[in-house]
């Protein structure tokens, strides 16, 4: 049966393409919609960039199918309207005629009770819109087409029993062939479990395009003096030192090390190895894209507020590494080109080959803003997004439409990409009680 869906303003400036994404049904935007999108084209952000998409959009089925308050037909059977009530709709109730929202809701109602026959269902990704849309009889969702189900995240470690000649055998550097029904995928990282009574375990990760479970190659003295201090960072270093695994995402609550390890994996795979030509290091400035002219100074005394957990991490991992250099040892690692640290604002349009590339809080950024860093990598890059889908300052997305969440959910399996959530706290006791109980 076919279906009318309501679109709210969030949804378009979310996913510009959003009405393409109903198959057969029919959809509706009210024109109080399009009003709205019309406030945001000259936004500089990403919200600007979805607005003046869904107007070009809109008025390129126009140009092609006709009239939009008749409604047009869509590639998938279905069917786009703009609706154009014949006066301002007021809802005969305690609740403010001019707000944009609830004339929007008037027009979800017009239609459930115009069809009754007909299914209508109102999307929009406001959980305060959505519960005001319930209480007034609406069948409402959210958008749902770019979100993942949080808690069905894969953690990236699977854990398989073994005999204990299997393990002997990949303590002697062989590796282990898998069962055939083990639910792995490429660069999983694997825990093996000794089946007999000595309680022995073993750290790997499997290799996709060899079919074997392979040992960790996490040297023990450690990376940029920083030593794994549970098996999730293990895993998380492997994957990190690894250039065949182009790009990680590593995931998890404040304190489990995920900015310091990634840092330390650049800083190495590049200071020291030359692997890389160079560290590039971003992070969003929220709200992403606000002009920088608020804080005194030049570009670079603008930045450092923002990006001051940064130089903490860095300027950690060169007393860590023993030599003591603090400051001046960061000073001239920008002299000699091989760290820079810069907004996102900034990173649109350019090509970065040969870089080992970091986007710390990366749970701010939207899938499409993900996918157009990811896009800017060249040959020979390795790119890493860090992040705590639960702590997001960005009011557009959550822990299930954020970047970080939807491109681990969509990109694990690759052979390009490995992921890895690491849910100890180890940056100290005190951190790890704040972590899990405030």
């Keep these: 049966m076919k279906k009318n869906y309501i679109l709210d303003t969030n949804v378009l400036l979310h996913d510009p393409h959003a009405f393409y994404r109903f198959e057969d049904n029919d959809v509706i ?18 919200r600007g960039r979805n607005a003046r998409t869904v107007s070009r959009l809109l008025d390129a089925l126009r140009e092609k199918n006709g009239s939009l308050s008749e409604g047009v037909e869509l590639d998938d059977g279905g069917t786009l309207r703009v609706h154009v009530p014949t006066r301002r709709p007021e809802l005969a109730i305690a609740l403010n005629p001019k707000s944009g929202d609830h004339a929007i809701l008037q027009t979800a109602i017009e239609f459930r009770d115009a069809s009754p026959d007909k299914p209508t269902i109102f999307v929009t990704m406001d959980v305060n819109l959505r519960i005001r849309a319930d209480a007034l009889g609406l069948t409402t969702e959210t958008y749902e087409n770019q979100a993942v189900d949080i808690d069905e995240l894969k953690s990236g470690i699977v854990e398989i029993e073994v005999t204990p000649e299997q393990l002997d055998a990949f303590f002697d550097g062989t590796g282990l062939a898998p069962a055939v029904d083990q639910p792995l995928y490429p660069n999983v990282s694997v825990v093996l479990k000794d089946t007999s009574t000595r309680k022995r375990t073993a750290l790997g990760r499997y290799a996709g395009d060899k079919k074997l479970i392979a040992p960790l190659k996490v040297s023990r003295d450690g990376v940029m003096g920083i030593r794994a201090r ?19 995402t590593v ?4 304190g489990t090390g995920k900015t310091l390890l990634a840092l330390a994996a650049g800083l190495q795979r590049t200071a020291h190895d030359g692997a890389y030509s160079r560290l590039l290091i971003s992070r969003p400035i929220m709200p992403l894209g606000r002009d920088l002219g608020y804080l005194p100074g030049d570009v670079e005394e603008k ?11 860095l300027d950690f991992l060169m007393v860590a590494e023993g030599k003591r250099r603090g400051v001046r040892g960061l000073e001239q690692l920008f002299e000699k080109g091989l760290l820079q640290i810069e907004p996102l604002t900034y990173i649109r349009g350019r090509s970065l080959p040969g870089q080992f590339v970091i986007v710390d809080e990366a749970q701010n950024l939207t899938p499409h803003e993900v996918k ?33 969440s939807v491109t681990a959910d969509r990109l694990q399996g690759e052979a390009l990409v490995g992921h890895i959530l690491l849910s100890r706290g180890e940056r100290s006791e005190l951190s790890n009680i704040a972590a899990n109980k405030l």
Excluded: H
């Excluded at 919609?33 to 945001?40: A, G, H, L, P």
């Excluded at 995931?251 to 404040?254: P, R, V, Y």
């Excluded at 930045?303 to 991490?313: E, F, R």
């Excluded at 889908?389 to 970047?403: E, K, L, M, R, S």
């Design 29 to 46: 935007l009210p024109i109080y919609v399009i009003e709205e999108i019309d406030q945001f084209k000259r936004d500089t952000n990403e």
């Design 230 to 248: 549970n098996k999730e960072q293990s895993f998380a270093l492997d994957l990190l030192m690894d250039d065949s695994v182009q790009l990680v």
């Design 251 to 254: 995931m998890g609550k404040a």
């Design 303 to 313: 930045l450092n507020p923002w990006m001051q957990p940064l130089y903490d991490n």
């Design 372 to 404: 157009t860093v990811v896009t800017r990598c060249g040959e020979g890059t390795k790119i890493v997004l860090t992040g705590d889908p639960f702590q997001i300052d960005n009011p557009y997305v959550d822990a299930a439409t954020n970047g970080l």
